[in-house]
Nanobody, 121 residues
Framework: QVQLVESGGGLVQPGGSLRLSCAAS????????MGWYRQAPGKQRELVAA???????NYLDSVKGRFTISRDNAKNTIYLQMNSLKPEDTAVYYC???????????????WGQGTQVTVSS
């Protein structure tokens, strides 16, 4: 199994910045891709930023130029640097890891517990 622990959410004024972290721990799960989703109240969960299986990055159009996903492989951690935050960025942000169970060979997705980001004056 793998556990994903997120941190870094909070309350920030419009135009401010936050950095989210997601640390992966555990074994028996080969991670192929990681990234961030978010879900605002009354809305569907949407992909914000991710490293794909090929190592490239994808971003939601509305966050391009403002958010940056990065990783520290030595720490098994990914980050989401969020700049120029807007009220519409308010949501619960979830880290995910897509990979293969080494016990069964089955693909799967693991999720973090979510961290609240609130952008408000």
């Amino acid at each position: 199994q793998v556990q994903l622990v997120e941190s870094g959410g909070g309350l920030v004024q419009p135009g401010g910045s936050l950095r989210l972290s997601c640390a992966a721990s555990g074994s028996l799960f080969s991670i192929k891709a990681m990234g961030w989703y978010r879900q605002a109240p009354g809305k569907q969960r949407e992909l914000v930023a991710a490293f794909t299986t090929s190592g490239s990055t994808n971003y939601l159009d509305s966050v391009k130029g403002r958010f940056t996903i990065s990783r520290d492989n030595a720490k098994n951690t990914i980050y989401l640097q969020m700049n120029s935050l807007k009220p519409e960025d308010t949501a619960v942000y979830y880290c995910y890891a897509h990979g293969i169970s080494l016990a069964t060979g089955d693909p799967g997705v693991r999720w973090g517990q979510g961290t609240q980001v609130t952008v408000s004056s």
